[in-house]
């Protein structure tokens, strides 16, 4: 394939990666934003998001597209009871000190991996996507008989990819309107602003701190199962996402969610095209520690507001 | 007071050297490693435990003595003497840079800082791959690996040249945090802006802390490549910089012998439980959580706290 093709491609798929993450990332925001703590244990949410899919799709064994969005729907629910419980039985215990909040979710982490290992296995396990027709993409060219559109070979994408970006923008789209069109949110916007003010006019913010950390683990999940399709579900899948989601939070600045969703594009997108034409351990390298000058020199992040 | 301190540790160390010739061989081999574990962890305790700089990046100063001594006596074909000293240098070197940069953020943000610089470090050992041989490691030859004549491969040599190790590192840490220096380190952990105030210069001290730590934990990696003939981009790996923080919380943070403790503890439940089930793991998980909500001082501290006062 020539340049400009290749080009496109690496940007198609550098699309899905930004989808993905810009869930994920979403999440941690979240989470940060509302209760002021980082969660560790985040990227393992996403793992259980995709295990539990791999696990609802292969129990009811019916048509794909049955088990796909049964595990939609299951996933992001057990997950995020799971991540409110704990948020009750430990963080809230800990009073939501930021530096044993990480340290539990650190522990949190390998708990939530390590019995995935005893029960899920080792192994990596594929989930069939609902639809997956190939569709073939148009280049053009200047030659001798002027424009014209060709369909290079190789040049092509699934339709189950363009739905993964579609659906990651609808949701995101929910999220928001939740965000600042319902009670909810506001409840969710007034604790973020005072806890102690929230409190005092009758918010049970101790509830809202729970449903606030399993919305962000439910998020997580969402994206995992949206991804399982095209990467298998394994135990040790969410260190990456862990990773990325934590460069994409603090390039948009902790706790801003319009700021999240365009570092995850900007990252999504040039991990895609980057490791398509350079090293991607030495891409990683390079990204992380750009990331870290970031929070050196510019804590608030690159969008966000001064002093988060 | 310092009487006290001084035959604590001297005990200690005196119980440690009796061990070798009482425990059978498996168990000394264990506690051999487990000595140097323990400096690692006792470096970790400085930053810590004593200066209250919560890092979740110490791996990088723990494979930067390990690859320091690992490489220059493999590629250097150095004696294993000035391979020491250079892994020294490297550790002393990452911690001074890492430090000026990390100790500029502070909180959660440090600990995120130092998370990454660590992983770039990990990420780095695998880029490297021809001369690390990454995740797979190298080993060192067995005829290199002497100290002073003194030949580490057999199981009594390995055995006290770490505890020479972890009986240095031990008196001099235990001295440090006793004199002035160590006290003002203590005033910054329990309030930074008072400290401050009272006229000391908290950044330089804090960076002078780090540094330090990073160069014991450094000579714990040289040391582990040295004893233990192997160098791998495990030890480089986000699971080494959690297992010090475990051992120091588990032990007591701010004590003198709960990185040991916290060591001793660790090491025999990883040990037991992975004759079990490969998913060892659950049990550091499982201690960390258990570790903030119900023993947030680790062993020896609420030792201090409910009966012995003087512990140090």
Redo the contacts between chains.
Sequence with gaps: MEFGPHLMLATLEGAVTAAILALTAMGLSVVFGVMRV?NVAHGEFYMLGAVIAWFVASTLGAHPAVGFVAALVIAPLLVGSLAALADVL?LQ??SYD???T???T??????????T??TFG?DARPVEAPFNSRIALPWFEFGDGGFALYWPWGLSITSYKLFVIAAAVVILAALWLLMTRTKAGLVMRATQQDSAMAQAFGIPVARVYALVFGLGAALAAMGAVLIVPIQQAHYLMGGDPL?LS?IVV?IGGLGSLPGTVIAAVLIGMSDGIISVFF?P??A??LA??A???V???R?QGLMGKSAA | MTGKDAALHLGVLAVLLAAFFVLPEYHSGSLARIMVLAVYAMGYNLAFGYTGL?S?GHALFFAAGMYGLALSMQIGGWPALPAFLLALGAALAVAGAVGV??L??R???F???TL??A??GY??V??FGAWTRGDEGFALPQEVRNLFGLDVTTPAGRYFAALALFAVVLLALGALVRAPFGRTLIAIRENEARAAMLGYDVQRLKWIAFVVSGVVSGAAGAAYALLFGYAGATFAGVQYS?FP?LYV?LGGAGTTLGPFVGAVFMFYLIDLSSGI??????V??????????FL?QGILGTLRRRALPWLP
């Design positions: 980082v430990i215990r800990i930021p530096e044993r990480i340290v539990a650190i522990g949190l982490l390998y708990i939530i991996q390590q019995t290992l005893m080792p990773l934590f603090i090293s351990t030495l990683k390298i992380t520690l990331v870290a000058m929070l050196v020199f804590p | 919560l979740l940069l990390a500029r953020t909180g959660v943000g600990m995120i800082v990454m610089f992983q770039a990420l780095t695998l880029y959690i923080l919380l089930t490969t998913a060892y793991m659950l550091a998980g499982l201690a960390l959580v258990l570790l903030t909500l947030p």
